[in-house]
């Protein structure tokens, strides 16, 4: 999903600098959420990989039309060879040093490097070297559906899951968050994740799906597109993108007690919480997420798909970060404060322990912080204050 976020306002560049063109988005069916509506893109290609029969007609389409170029932004070899499989007569993608699978390079005949700190700057960087002349830094999302109950006046909007479960903020600390903002700012927190998943945060062993951190669509409307991990090819201009979405989040640490896990399964396992409740769980789909992030007063958001969709949308809050760089994956925009251990080491190593800088990061500071960004925000204090 983040992917996704990253390449909208370089695909809306393109767009913009091939006047008359027609720019084609390909993309795996879960993601057509988030281009629903979109102005800069012409038509949408599912990609469908799950048998013989949805490959089939996902190459049927790419090959559909003559395409001038594509333009792969992720650097994976599954989006160059979907890139390569449109015939395309240029493909431009990242120089051997900047690709995230060495072999995707190998489709490319023009390579290209950045010296931008942030994706989404490499995306525009990218999408100059094949001729977008002005960068347009819009993103163009959708509205959104709502499709689980939310509190009737404001609230604070938290997505716990991430990509691995090392960027995750242990779960507890969202409950002590919640009661801190219920007392001083008479604001519920609300999580949110996809259908099932927040009542697999209790459990006693890590939660396991052939497809972690999907975030489901409701029954897809024929005239969208969906879908992650693919490139947007067009008559004038093609662009591959793949989206890599939060996680299904294990269960609290194992040194986590049974009073714990009992708490937790009591708060989630209400299906409409009491307007006193200091949390509020909210299972959605995309649309649903969306729809709750606009109305969101902030967002909690660690380095995951549902925190750049916030950043996307311009919501005040707070980004918490640990072992990921949030000069290269943080939120983008300005509107919401990073928080990181001073001490955190960066790395990208998938690992299944939450890290240990994100354990530092305490939830008084996170609500201090997401005082002052509400007060920021607002123009006004919206909080008490000790």
């Known amino acids: 999903m983040g992917d996704i976020v990253h390449a909208l306002p370089a695909v809306a560049s393109l767009k913009q600098g091939f006047p008359g063109s027609h720019l084609t988005w390909a993309i795996e069916p879960q993601w057509a959420a988030l281009l629903e509506g979109n102005p800069f893109v012409d038509r ?21 039309a003559p395409f001038d170029f594509a333009v792969d932004f992720q650097g994976l070899l599954k989006s160059a060879v979907v890139a390569a499989a449109a015939r395309p007569e240029r493909i431009f993608g990242w120089d051997r040093g900047q690709l995230r699978e060495a ?151 194992e040194t986590a007690d049974r009073s714990l896990r009992s708490r937790l399964r009591r708060v989630l396992s209400e299906p409409r919480p009491k307007g006193a409740d200091a949390v509020w769980p909210h299972a959605s789909g995309l649309p649903g997420l969306i729809d709750a992030t606009r109305r969101a007063a902030a967002v909690v958001g660690v380095d995951s798909g549902p925190m750049h969709l916030a950043a996307a949308l311009g919501k005040p809050g707070v980004a918490l970060f640990g072992p990921t760089d949030p000069a290269r994956n943080g939120p983008y925009g300005g509107s919401l404060r990073v928080l990181r251990w001073p001490s955190a080491v960066t790395t990208y190593k998938r690992f299944d322990e939450i890290d240990e800088s994100m354990r530092h990061i305490a939830p008084e500071e996170v609500f201090e912080s997401l005082r002052a960004a509400l007060e920021s925000a607002r123009g006004d204090s919206v909080c008490s204050h000790r």
Not at 44 to 64: F, N
Not at 162 to 178: C, D, H, I, V
Not at 223 to 252: H, M, R
Request: aromatic fraction near 6%; glycine fraction near 10%; proline fraction near 12%.
């Open 44 to 64: 949408v290609i599912l990609l469908r990989r799950r048998d013989a029969a949805g490959l089939l007609e996902s190459l049927r389409q790419l090959r559909s």
């Open 103 to 253: 072999a995707a390079g190998v489709f490319y005949t023009h390579r290209v490097s950045s010296a931008a700190a942030h994706v989404v700057d490499r995306n525009l960087d990218l999408a100059a070297a094949a001729g977008a002349t002005h960068p347009l830094r819009v993103f163009p999302l959708p509205p959104g559906q709502s499709e689980a109950p939310l509190p009737e006046g404001d609230f604070v909007l938290a997505s716990p899951m991430a990509g691995w479960r090392a960027k995750q903020w242990p779960l507890e600390n969202y409950l002590t968050l919640g009661g801190l903002l219920l007392r001083e700012c008479k604001l519920p927190l609300v999580l949110n994740g996809p259908p099932g998943s927040l009542y697999g945060l209790t459990d006693e062993s890590p939660l396991r799906t052939r497809n972690p951190g999907v975030y489901p669509t409701l029954p897809p409307n024929d005239s969208l597109a969906s879908g992650a991990g693919a490139p947007v090819f067009g008559s004038e201009t093609d662009s591959a993108c793949q989206p890599a979405f939060s996680g299904i989040p294990a269960a609290p640490p």
